[in-house]
Structures are given as structure tokens and as C-alpha cells.
């Protein structure tokens, strides 16, 4: 490793002296500007002008279109004049000034200067004092060119390049009015400070044009960027009220696909491999994120960039080919005024829809467990010496059989069960309304030589079933100007999240329909759990503990709680010279810790049955505990520690129409891992004692004498070690801020892969360009003022850090061994060409904006190929692989889609309207793939992950469907192209060719709607999601499920029971014995798949914002309420039976409702 790392050194640094003279070389050599000016027209629009005037001076405008009147028509004649005559003759003619710097010339509205000599107009009676003002984006960016007038005078001033700019004798009863190009003008009343800072805040029609992006190494201006970079603003981030910056991302970005089947994870531009990690790579402030992203506070995040394409990801290298999202926080800004920023949330959420479930009626349970019962299905289950547990209205069955109770008493109480569903007993016992409390306090200003920024942030979470979930926040970061051209940047951020079990809920398949969870007094019941009732009625005889199962008081015994530390520390030293390098290294210590533990008590049913189960009672009557007496204690650790270093050099010049950008850099990164767990018997707190049980031996269990082994034991999580090195590049070169020509490249090396991939040259790269046509003297649209082109094709990767390139031996021992001699397996083999997988791009897109800028947007359609993915192939039985497979970089798929995103003004007044539409669409299947000998029925079910060669990587396969037999009422399907009943055939025999195939079992196109209204400081935004074009398999009844756990659907009221029935229902009879397979093809058939289209409404916000800019006095300077309602529920299913498709049988979450208040000082 040590060599490696220094060749890399090596090669870094020479290309760094390479770059360094070839830049040096160009800016010397583009340093000379003409400075003569010769121009004839006639009638023509003065953008014209001024555009022949750029292409002679190598110089460019900023000015306002609006102040200078770019298509007037006009008549010049200029021969050899110098330059200053001709500005002087367009500008002064129309009330302008103009200054040259830094090879821009900048043109504004006329302004009389105190320093020039002008005339001041100052207000009758008033006192006057010097004002310097500081005008800031709403990101603490200064904002150079700004105009500041005192209202009622033509007396002002123009920020200089760092925003700032000073008056002499500003009356102090005036008017300060500040105003930019793309921003809102704001007025503010003149007060007794010397020095204002002033935030803008951009036109709502003008965030796309001024977008910085950020690929977590440098910021990237969006007319420069070729790739395919989208930014969610802070603002954006704070529509939706979650505890947790993933939930935030939902809806508000087009590409990025959020299913529940993913649990925390999405998507960026559907699937890029098959069998390695879907998520995207996560960067947090330039370096990749390797802790818990829950315990990231959402207050504290600044944006987010998503990287989509190649050129955006391929400076990632091998772990950016599922896409990159980059989080950016928040910072303090030089010489800002401190600033104090509170906000607190509070949401309660209501009891959930227990009833949207599927659940068989209770009186259809009871008769169907009846039926059962005399066809003597449960004989088995009461001869088992085991005393499995048994359906209570099959005991009460039992009881009037055995004479136990009278026919009368055994019907009334199974009318009892008929009349009561479980589910009221859970909305009455266990849910209440969950609360979540959210706090956050930011501190935030900077003078000349510092700047600083204080945050934290407190959660506390109480779920519907009482679970508790807190996190507590801090992050600070300080920077320094050292010198002139040298800053110094530290930070640190902790993050504690602690989480407390509550009670278990609802769940179709826990408990039988009808089961009573407490009495009519409320006094909780025991139910059928793991025993039948009539055996822990009577066992024990004061010998064993209480061996019933009591739902709602058990949790209170079973206490599981997680924690978990999260802590980063960062340092940057950045170093400018020569007015167009910089230079910067960076350091991230990274430390995360997860500790939970399982703690149940005497009292607790684990405890008691573990007890009772390993209590032995000799012929003598002595009584041996073979699990001490007490609670069981179990415990689990992990922790992470990793290292980032980067080393970066950095180019910037801009010299007459010319423009280039670059850095090259080195990157060293490792990540730790490990973790472990044990378990304590006999486990009391007051006074303290436990002891360790061994697990390898076998005891004889109380009910039937079997052998077995205590649970338990010591456990130990792998270890892992995961090191990169890694050196970069990244240039862009735009000529009259109209062409930009993009390269990246990267080259990772690291002990995941195999020694052949390290010692070969393959780099990560990217190409791409953009052309500017609205800049272009020939194009002359006026409803079309924006029209840019942009194309990037290139390649980054994947990594799997599951596979390993090394052979890897499981050593073990087992009672079952012929001898007691410990063996080994070979898990896998070593493979030394292990490789990241690649994913090539080609991106091509176009940015637009129409009638003023009041419709803007983009349009993009990507291609990918995927190669080298990860993929099983089979070998020798003789090389002693465990289960006869090894993976190997040979697969690969490709796909396709269309991000479009359009935002529009539709009213701007005193009332503004304000629409986000976001369109994706989304295609893949599998090129190469190897699966052999595998029977068809893994091809069945929503979302297999048995690729086939030409088709999605995830489709929903089913079994043909012919119909019900019009005399049984059996499901009949397809075996060699006839229809059959042979159920052990279809599942076996069928072929590819007699399945049927829905391509895709996730959305193909999906996207949002938001649209948002402003008036007097009341505003209303509210959100609709849409995922179309992809099917599902509804869930429907289980005839085995239904026998063996009483876990029924509510389509069993919908069976075939009678001839004719056919004709209006597909759901087969009910018929005992019930024949092997039947319920399995019923289940996977395609009489059950169904389309997944929805519209779903997602939240609405509604905020009054209390104090209007007029009204803004002290230190105080803004305060909002705001309301948040989300789970609004489904406005549109493209499916017949009404149901959730992303939901299924599950039960959604109920609506949320959100009340904030956000204030700064």
C-alpha cells in the first residue's frame, strides 16, 4: 500500500506542474485587448452593437436589459475610436454609467455620487452620517453590482465585487433602497447603525439562473455546467416537516425514485446494477458520509445538489455510478452581523386506518375454524406433545366435545368471537396520538478576520404505540483569515439518538380476527401464543412460572432500547496566490457508535418461557433451573471510525473572453468497521447480578423432553477494513460565456478490488459541452430568452463492499458433526480481477426560459450502460464453494429516460402564483446475465430479482390464468400450452414462454406537482406526487395461511361457492384437504395483477409571515407561523380493488398535522 501511495503522489504532482505551466502559458498569452473601435450600422438593435463591440474588445457586458433597452433600433458609425468615446456615446444618451473591471464592463442607471461632485439632495430638516451597507443573497453570498439609492434622490451607490458599498451623508429619516438583477427590490427605513447588511432574496422566476452548483469539490456556476446537476434549496427542504433529511428529498427533485420496498433507500435514474447496493453515494461538506444520515439535523443543511449524470458523478470515481447527492450546511459569512435564527415544530399524528386492511370477518373466521374442526384438521395439533398453540374457538370446540361445556355455552361464547374484531381493541388499547417535538437554535456572523456558525437541535418523538425516539444535535464550524489569501476552517458536528421501544401493533397475521385483548373492565386477557391454552392453564402446579401471553402489559417488561453517537471533525487550510491559484487540504475524522440492547425482565413472557421451557424435574421431585432465575439480557455493539484526507489545487482565471477553471487533487480515505453482542441470563438490576449460559449445550425441555440449546452466546460482526487512494481531475473552459468545453477524470485504488485491478490504468472520466444560443448575435426570440444546449458523456462506477477478492474460510463447529472436530467451508473464492462495476452515461439536455423568465426549466434524456456488473456464476462442487457459486464482474444492463422540470410565475403582483412540475421517466433491462438451472417459478411475484437476459431488471411475473373450473371452483392454469389443474406441474414445469410478464414492477414514470400562492405575507403551497406505468400483485386470500394461522383475507367473502360463481369471481373454493400448490399459483396468477398508477396528495403548507418588510423594527427581522398537513391520502388509483399499491395490505400512515415557528435576530 505504502508503494501505492507513493506512485500516486508521483503522478499527482506531476500533473498538477503540468496543468500550473500550461495555464500560465494561456493567460500570458491572452492578456493583450483591443482597444479601438470600428462599427457601421444602420436600424439595428443595440444588443447587436454591443454585441460587435465584445467580439473586438474581448471584453463582456452585465447590464440590465430592462435599464438599457437592448432592442432598440439604432444608427452608429464609428472608425477607429477609442472605446471610452463609444461607451460614452450609447450610455449617456440613455442615463447610464459604466465602468470596466476585471474584463467586464458593467453598466447601471445613472447615480450621482457625493465624491463627483454632484449636487446632494438632502431631505429638509435632517441630520446626516456616513452608511456602509452589505448586500448578501439569501446564502450570505455577496452580490456585487447591487444598486443602492436613497429613495426621492438620484443619491446612491453600486457594491463593489466583496457587495459592499458606502455613502457620506445619508439623511437618517431616509429610505434606503436596494436593488439587482434577478433579485427582489427591498426598501428599508435608514436607523442610527453605520453598517447594514442586506439580504436579497431572488425572483422566484430567476433561481434557476443564478444556481451555484456543488460536486462536493468545488462550486460550480449553472451557465458553466455541462452536466447534470439539480439544486434543492433550503426553502424547498422546508416544505415537508420530517425528523430526517431523506423523507425531505421526496417530490422535490426530478429522477430520484422514493418506494416503500426500499424502506430508507431511492434511486437515482432507476437501477444501474443488479446485486451490489442500490443508494446513491452520500457527501456531506466534500466528503463522503459514512455514519447514521438519520442524525443529520435538516435545520443545518444549507442545499442539497443531486448529481444525475456522468460529468456530474464521474469525479467520484468508483463509488458514484448509482448517482451522487451532495449536502452542503450552513456556514458563517465574513463581516456579517451576528444573526440568531429559532425555529420549533410540533406534529401530532392521529390513530391509523386499522380498517383499510384486508382483514377476514371475525363470524367467517369462527365458521371457518368450525369446518376445520370437524373435518379433523386440528386432531394433529392436540395429539402433538409439543402443545402447540390452538384457535380459541377451536378450544372452545374441544371444551363442548370433551363435555367440558354445554352446547349452549360453547355457542354462546363463539358468538361472543363472532361479534368482536381485534382491531377495536388495538384502536382502544394500544394507539394514541403520536407527538414529535422539534427544536433548533442557529447563531451565525463574522467580522473582517472570522466568521462562525452555532447550531443545535433537539427531537423528541412519541409514536403511536408509545415508542420514544430522541436526537440531540450540535454543530459548530469557525473560520479564520489568517492572512490576506490564507483561511483556516475547523468544524465539528455530535449527534446522540436514542430510541425506546413501545408496544407492538396491528398486524393482519398476529392475531386470529376475533381475539379479545382485554376484558370488559379493561383488564388485559392472555391469548393463544405459542402453547394451547388448555395446556398453560393447567401446568406447572407451582412449579413453573406463569406461562400465559398477556399482549398488553407484556412490552411493558420487554424494554429495547438503541443509541447511537454520531461525531465528525473537519479542518481546511486554503491558501490563494497569484491572484488565479488556490490551494486547500482538507481532513475528516469521522466516529460512529451503535449500542442497543434487549432487556425483558422476570415478568416478561421471553423470560418466563425460556424458564419454564429449560426447568427440569427429576423422578425425586427436585427442581433444576437450567436458565438462571431473572431477566434475559441481550446486547449488540458497532462502531465505524474513518479518515478522509484531500489534497486540492485549483485554477480560476477569466481574461478577455476567455475563462478556465480547474483542480486536480488527491484523495486517502479508510473506514474501520466491527461490532459484536452477548447475551446475560439471571439478569437483575437491584442488586446487580447476571451470568453467561452456555449455548452449546443441550438440555431436556420441560414439555416434551427433546434436547436443546439455550439461545444465546457470543457474538462477533465481521470486521472490516476498507481503504482508498485516489487522485482526481476536473477542468472546464468557456469561451464569451458562451461555449464551455467540461473533462473529468479519476483513477481509485483500493484493497476491495483484486490486485490485477489495482496494477491496471482504467480511469473514471467524463467529456461534455455547452452552447449558449441565446447569446448568439444571429438569435433574436424575445418570448425565448434563454436557450442553452449542454451534452456530457462518460463513465463512473459501482462498488459492492460485499464481495471480496480474497479467499474467504468460515471455520465452525456443530453437536451434528459425526466427530467433534471444528471444520471449514470455503464461502468464496478469490478472485483477483475484482473490479468496480462501470456505468457509462450520455446525458443531453437543454435549459430554457420563455416570456420574461417566467417559465424556465430543463429537459434532459439520458442513456446508460451498465458493464462489469457483479453477477453469480456457478462452479465445481469439488472447489468446496459453500452452496457452489462465486460472483464475477461479468453482467450488464443498459436503460434510458427523461427528467423534465418546469417552473412558472403564473401571477406576479401584490398576488403571486408559483408552479413546480417535475417529470421522469425511468427504463432498464438485463443485456448479460447467467442463471441456470433454476426452476421458472423464481420468475414469479412483484419485483423478482431472477434477471432475464432482454427484459427489466425488476418485472411482475405471473402464472396464465384460464379461469375457475364452472364445477369445483379450482383455479385452472396453463402446463404445456393446455389448461390444467396439476399444480405441482404449473409450479415446476412451466415454462418462460407460459408466464405472463408486466415489465416493471416499479413506477416507469413519476413526478410532482407543487404549486404555491403569496398575498400580504400569507402563503399556501401544497404538493401532488404521481408514480404511473408499472404493475403489482394484489395480496388475496391463502387458504394454507388461513388453516394454519387464521391469518385471512377479506376476499374469502368473495370465493366460488356455488356453480355460476365463476362468472362473477375469480377467487377460488374453499376445499379441505386443500392440494399442494393450489393457494401458491392462485397467489402468483395473473388473475391478481393489477396497475399501479396513482396520484397521491402529498401535504400542504399554509405560513403567514408576521412581519412585512415595512414592518420590520429592532432585532427582530422576520417571524413566520406555518400549519403542515401531509398523508393526505390518494386522490387517483389506476387499479380496480382500490387499493394503496404502495401500501398493499399494509395500512398507510395516518394524516399529520405540523405547526412551526421560525423567527431570526
Not at 503522489?9 to 503540468?18: A, G, K, Q
Not at 429516460?897 to 412558472?904: E, K, M, S, W, Y
Not at 413519476?1006 to 402563503?1019: A, T
Request: glycine share 8%; aromatic share 12%; net charge positive.
Amino acid at each position: 500500500m505504502k508503494v501505492l501511495i507513493k506512485s500516486h503522489v508521483i503522478c499527482t504532482l506531476t500533473v498538477c506542474f503540468f496543468l500550473v505551466n500550461v495555464l500560465m502559458c494561456s493567460f500570458a498569452q491572452g492578456k493583450s485587448a483591443i482597444k479601438k473601435i470600428t462599427i457601421a450600422v444602420q436600424n439595428v438593435p443595440l444588443d447587436k452593437v454591443l454585441h460587435q463591440i465584445e467580439d473586438q474588445t474581448n471584453l463582456r457586458f452585465q447590464l440590465n436589459a430592462s435599464v438599457v433597452g437592448l432592442k432598440e433600433v439604432v444608427t452608429y458609425k464609428w472608425s477607429n475610436v477609442e472605446l471610452d468615446v463609444v461607451l460614452t456615446d450609447i450610455f449617456n444618451a440613455r442615463g447610464c454609467t459604466w465602468k470596466i473591471e476585471r474584463g467586464i464592463i458593467y453598466v447601471h442607471r445613472h447615480i450621482q455620487q457625493e465624491g463627483d461632485g454632484a449636487k446632494f439632495n438632502k431631505l429638509n430638516d435632517t441630520t446626516t452620517s456616513r452608511l456602509t451597507l452589505k448586500v448578501l443573497d439569501a446564502n450570505g453570498n455577496p452580490i456585487p453590482s447591487a444598486t443602492i439609492v436613497v429613495k426621492g434622490t438620484t443619491t446612491g451607490a453600486v457594491t463593489d465585487m466583496q457587495g459592499i458599498a458606502t455613502m457620506q451623508s445619508v439623511p437618517d429619516n431616509s429610505v434606503i433602497v436596494v436593488s439587482s438583477i434577478g433579485f427582489q427590490r427591498v426598501e428599508l427605513p435608514r436607523n442610527a447603525e453605520s453598517v447594514l447588511e442586506v439580504r436579497l432574496v431572488a425572483k422566484a422566476n430567476q433561481i434557476d439562473e443564478i444556481a451555484v452548483f456543488s460536486n462536493g469539490f468545488q462550486n460550480i456556476p449553472q451557465e458553466r455546467a455541462t452536466g447534470s446537476f439539480e439544486k434543492i434549496s433550503n426553502r424547498v427542504l422546508n416544505e415537508q416537516v420530517s425528523t430526517n433529511i431523506i423523507d425531505r428529498l421526496k417530490n422535490v427533485s426530478t429522477a430520484l425514485l422514493f418506494d416503500k420496498r426500499f424502506a430508507n433507500k431511492f434511486i437515482v435514474r432507476g437501477f444501474s446494477t443488479i446485486e451490489s447496493d442500490i443508494s446513491p453515494l452520500i457527501v456531506v461538506d466534500k466528503f463522503p458520509y459514512a455514519g447514521d444520515i438519520n442524525s443529520i439535523n435538516p435545520n443545518d443543511i444549507e442545499s442539497i445538489t443531486v448529481l444525475k449524470d456522468a460529468a456530474a458523478t464521474s469525479i467520484w470515481g468508483a463509488r458514484a455510478g448509482n448517482g451522487v447527492i451532495v449536502i452542503t450546511t450552513k456556514k458563517g459569512q465574513y463581516n456579517q452581523p451576528l444573526k440568531v435564527s429559532f425555529n420549533t415544530t410540533l406534529s401530532t399524528t392521529g390513530k391509523p386506518d386499522l380498517y383499510y386492511a384486508p382483514q377476514i370477518a371475525s363470524s367467517a373466521l369462527v365458521a371457518v375454524q368450525r369446518q376445520l374442526f370437524d373435518n379433523g384438521y386440528y386432531s394433529g395439533a392436540e395429539r402433538n406433545p409439543g402443545k402447540p398453540a390452538l384457535p380459541q374457538a377451536v378450544e372452545i370446540l374441544i371444551k363442548q366435545r370433551d363435555g367440558s361445556i354445554t352446547a349452549e355455552q360453547s355457542e354462546a361464547q363463539l358468538a361472543l368471537l363472532d361479534n368482536h374484531d381485534v382491531r377495536d381493541d388495538y384502536l382502544k388499547y394500544v394507539y394514541s396520538t403520536a407527538l414529535t417535538q422539534q427544536y433548533s437554535l442557529g447563531v451565525s456572523g463574522g467580522n473582517a478576520n472570522s466568521n462562525y456558525v452555532f447550531s443545535g437541535g433537539y427531537v423528541n418523538d412519541l409514536s403511536s404505540v408509545k415508542a420514544r425516539a430522541q436526537r440531540i444535535t450540535v454543530n459548530s464550524i469557525y473560520g479564520f483569515k489568517v492572512l490576506p489569501n490564507l483561511d483556516i476552517n475547523a468544524g465539528i458536528n455530535y449527534a446522540y439518538n436514542d430510541a425506546k421501544s413501545g408496544s407492538s401493533g396491528y398486524s393482519m397475521n398476529e392475531f386470529a380476527a376475533y381475539t379479545r385483548l382485554a376484558d370488559n373492565k379493561g383488564e388485559p386477557l392472555a391469548v393463544p401464543y405459542l402453547y394451547s391454552m388448555s395446556y398453560v392453564d393447567t401446568v406447572g402446579r407451582g412449579i413453573l412460572r406463569d406461562w400465559h401471553y398477556y399482549p398488553l402489559t407484556d412490552w411493558k417488561h420487554v424494554k429495547q432500547t438503541s443509541d447511537g453517537t454520531n461525531l465528525t471533525l473537519q479542518g481546511e487550510i486554503r491558501y490563494k496566490f497569484l491572484k488565479m491559484f488556490n490551494a486547500s487540504v482538507n481532513y475528516q475524522y469521522l466516529k460512529g457508535q451503535s449500542d442497543s440492547y434487549i432487556l425483558s425482565d422476570t415478568s416478561s413472557f421471553y423470560a418466563r418461557n425460556l424458564m419454564n421451557l429449560f426447568t427440569n424435574v427429576d423422578e425425586s421431585g427436585n427442581v433444576t433451573n437450567n436458565v438462571p432465575i431473572g431477566g434475559v439480557y441481550q446486547t449488540s455493539t458497532g462502531s465505524i471510525v474513518s479518515h478522509n484526507g484531500r489534497a486540492q489545487l485549483g485554477f480560476d482565471n477569466r481574461w478577455d473572453k476567455h475563462m478556465i477553471s480547474a483542480i486536480v487533487g488527491m484523495e486517502i480515505s479508510q473506514a474501520k468497521s466491527e461490532g459484536g453482542g452477548y447475551f446475560l441470563y439471571g439478569y437483575n438490576l437491584d442488586p446487580y447480578k447476571s451470568t453467561q449460559v452456555s449455548n452449546n449445550i443441550y438440555y431436556p425441555t420441560y414439555i416434551t423432553g427433546a434436547q436443546q440449546t439455550i439461545p444465546g452466546g457470543v457474538t462477533q460482526s465481521p470486521y472490516t477494513l476498507n481503504r482508498f487512494v485516489s487522485y482526481y481531475g476536473n477542468a472546464s473552459y468557456s469561451y464569451n460565456d458562451k461555449y464551455v468545453v467540461s473533462v473529468s477524470g479519476r483513477r481509485d485504488a483500493s484493497n476491495l478490488f483484486g490486485v490485477k485491478t489495482n496494477d491496471r490504468w482504467k480511469p473514471l472520466w467524463s467529456v461534455g459541452g455547452s452552447w449558449d444560443i441565446s447569446k448568439e448575435g444571429f438569435f433574436n426570440v424575445p418570448i425565448l430568452p434563454l436557450l442553452r444546449l449542454r451534452a456530457t458523456y462518460g463513465v463512473s462506477g459501482n462498488i459492492n463492499n460485499k464481495q471480496y477478492a480474497q479467499t474467504v474460510i468460515q471455520y465452525g463447529s456443530s453437536f451434528l458433526n459425526l466427530t467433534p472436530l471444528p471444520f471449514a467451508s470455503i464461502t468464496a473464492l478469490g478472485n483477483p480481477q475484482l473490479r468496480w462495476e462501470s456505468s457509462a452515461m450520455l446525458n443531453v439536455g437543454v435549459d430554457f426560459a420563455f416570456f420574461k423568465h417566467a417559465v424556465t426549466g430543463a429537459l434532459e434524456y439520458y442513456r446508460k450502460k451498465g458493464t462489469d456488473l457483479i453477477g453469480t456464476v456457478p462452479v465445481e462442487l469439488a472447489t468446496g464453494v459453500s452452496g457452489g457459486n462465486m460472483v464475477k464482474n461479468y453482467a450488464s444492463m443498459k436503460g434510458h429516460g427523461v427528467d423534465l422540470r418546469i417552473n412558472t410565475l403564473n401571477i406576479d403582483g401584490e398576488f403571486k402564483w408559483q408552479t413546480r412540475f417535475l417529470f421522469s421517466t425511468t427504463a432498464s433491462k438485463v443485456t448479460d446475465y447467467y442463471l441456470a438451472n433454476v426452476n421458472n417459478s423464481v420468475y414469479v411475484g412483484s419485483g423478482t430479482t431472477a434477471p432475464i437476459v432482454g427484459s427489466p431488471l425488476y418485472q411482475v411475473g405471473a402464472y396464465k390464468w384460464v379461469g375457475l373450473d364452472p364445477q369445483t371452483g379450482d383455479p385452472v392454469g396453463i402446463v404445456n400450452g393446455k389448461p390444467s389443474k396439476d399444480y405441482n406441474a404449473i409450479l415446476q414445469d412451466t415454462s418462460l414462454s407460459d408466464l405472463v410478464f408486466k415489465k416493471s414492477a416499479f413506477p416507469s414514470i413519476f413526478g410532482s406537482l407543487s404549486n404555491s400562492f403569496y398575498w400580504h405575507g400569507i402563503s399556501l403551497e401544497f404538493n401532488i406526487s404521481y408514480k404511473l406505468s408499472y404493475y403489482f400483485l394484489r395480496p388475496s386470500i391463502d387458504y394454507s395461511a388461513l388453516f394454519a394461522t387464521a391469518a385471512g383475507h377479506s376476499d374469502y367473502s368473495k370465493r366460488w361457492q356455488k356453480p355460476g360463481d365463476e362468472k362473477i369471481t375469480n377467487v377460488p373454493s374453499m376445499i379441505y384437504p386443500n392440494p399442494f400448490g393450489r393457494d401458491q399459483f392462485y397467489k402468483y396468477s395473473a388473475t391478481l395483477l393489477e396497475k399501479g398508477g396513482l396520484f397521491r396528495f402529498e401535504y400542504v403548507n399554509v405560513g403567514y409571515d408576521l412581519l412585512s418588510t415595512a414592518k420590520r423594527k429592532g432585532k427582530l427581522k422576520s417571524l413566520n407561523l406555518g400549519v403542515n398537513i401531509s398523508n393526505l391520502g390518494l386522490i387517483w388509483h389506476a387499479n380496480k380493488a382500490s387499493i394503496d399499491p404502495e401500501y398493499g395490505a399494509s395500512v398507510p400512515p395516518p394524516r399529520a398535522y405540523s405547526f412551526s415557528i421560525n423567527a431570526s435576530f
